[in-house]
């Protein structure tokens, strides 16, 4: 069971991902997922939700393009 304190520091932790991902701030947000999983604060489907889109968009931009 997760203590009030814990849920309260798994929201701000998610609302910091969620922003920086909708902002671009994809390398940040990862930054932040990384440090969350480090103070034990177990990711939910929110927070890696939020990182999908941003994250395959700079995959996709970073991947050369190969014809033939």
Avoid: H, W
Wanted: glycine residues 4%; charged residues 30%.
């Amino acid at each position: 069971l997760e203590t009030a304190a814990q849920q309260r520091r798994l929201r701000r932790e998610d609302f910091l991902i969620n922003a920086c991902a909708k902002g671009d701030y994809v390398e940040k947000a990862l930054q932040l997922l990384t440090e969350m999983q480090r103070k034990g604060l177990e990711p939910n489907v929110s927070t890696y939700s939020a990182l999908i889109r941003p994250v395959r968009r700079v995959t996709m931009q970073r991947r050369p393009c190969s014809v033939g």
